[in-house]
């Protein structure tokens, strides 16, 4: 079961989660000032988008539908904070421990003026994020995703389960596994991280022992920011990809690096 909104509280509250209070104190808590500077500001751009559009007076009419500008030929929106001129997009983490085991997990940067109750791609089961220890038929094979996108989309497929279901049934490496579902999404501004550990027991009886890790990553946006970092490292290493116009007529950007914990650490 899946409740938001209003449904949610009335259930939380006849459960004895949640009271009125705890529901008033959330809401202010829950809405920064940021957050509702950026909605005004959305918000009345909207507003003005459709008087033009709903217009279908003259030209000149039109004209003075318009919002009045400043001084300067500014018009008069909410003004930008410092912290809303820096992008809020979704974060994957894929963690790994040294036997291999893996848990993934997502934040959404979410969508203005979203539709009340929507439930964005990060919170969606199988959806934002996706780990296992097992194939399909009951082998062990650890991986793990984390994807970012157009939620709508992405969902529909449950697109970091199926990312790492078929990099699991894949004859031809994870890259090109984690190609075809992001084609199959036909999201043009999409993008997958995935990883998968190389985990084996070293004789009978003994415990699995982490031995390399592949790192790969399909894009159709134009950057996609991965990094990693391990517990013997001074400093994580840092990734920004660019797509380029011929990555996007073969179907997307990608990336993948194998690091052989047996020769390097982590």
């Known amino acids: 079961m899946f409740l938001v909104g209003e449904g949610?509280?009335?259930?939380?509250?006849?459960?004895?989660?949640?009271?009125?209070?705890?529901?008033?104190?959330?809401?202010?808590?829950?809405?920064?000032?940021?957050?509702?500077?950026?909605?005004?500001?959305y918000r009345a751009m909207l507003d003005d988008a459709k008087a033009i559009t709903n217009s279908t007076a003259?030209?000149?009419?039109?004209s003075r539908d318009l919002p009045k500008l400043n001084e300067g030929g500014t018009q008069p929106y909410p003004p930008k904070t410092l912290e809303e001129n820096g992008i809020a997009d979704t974060v994957g983490v894929i963690c790994v421990d040294s036997k291999g085991h893996i848990a993934s997990g997502a934040s959404s940067g979410g969508i203005a003026l979203k539709?009340?109750?929507?439930v964005g791609l990060a919170a969606m089961y199988g959806s934002g994020c996706w780990a296992s220890s097992r194939s399909p038929s009951g082998d062990p094979f650890n991986v793990g995703c984390c994807v970012s996108g157009a939620g709508e989309y992405l969902m529909k497929g449950f697109a970091a389960r199926?990312?790492?279901?078929?990099?699991?049934?894949?004859?031809d490496g994870p890259v090109n596994a984690c190609l075809r579902v992001l084609q199959s999404v036909n999201e043009r501004s999409a993008g997958f991280l995935l990883v998968e550990a190389d985990a084996s027991a070293t004789g009978v009886g003994i415990s699995e022992k982490l031995k390399a890790v592949?790192?790969?990553?399909?894009?159709?946006?134009?950057?996609?920011g991965i990094g990693y970092f391990g517990s013997s490292m001074d400093r994580p290493k840092l990734s920004i990809l660019r797509s380029t116009r011929l990555q996007n007529q073969d179907g997307g950007g990608q990336f993948a690096a194998r690091i052989n914990l047996d020769v390097e650490k982590l």
């Not at 509280?9 to 950026?38: F, H, P, Y």
């Not at 199926?162 to 004859?171: A, G, P």
């Open 214 to 224: 592949e790192i790969v990553a399909a894009y159709t946006s134009s950057s996609f």
């Open 115 to 118: 539709v009340s109750g929507r």
């Open 162 to 171: 199926e990312c790492c279901v078929s990099s699991v049934l894949s004859d």
């Open 58 to 62: 003259s030209v000149e009419a039109q």
């Open 8 to 41: 949610a509280r009335m259930w939380a509250k006849s459960k004895g989660v949640a009271s009125d209070d705890i529901v008033e104190g959330a809401d202010a808590w829950l809405v920064t000032e940021t957050a509702r500077n950026q909605w005004r500001r």
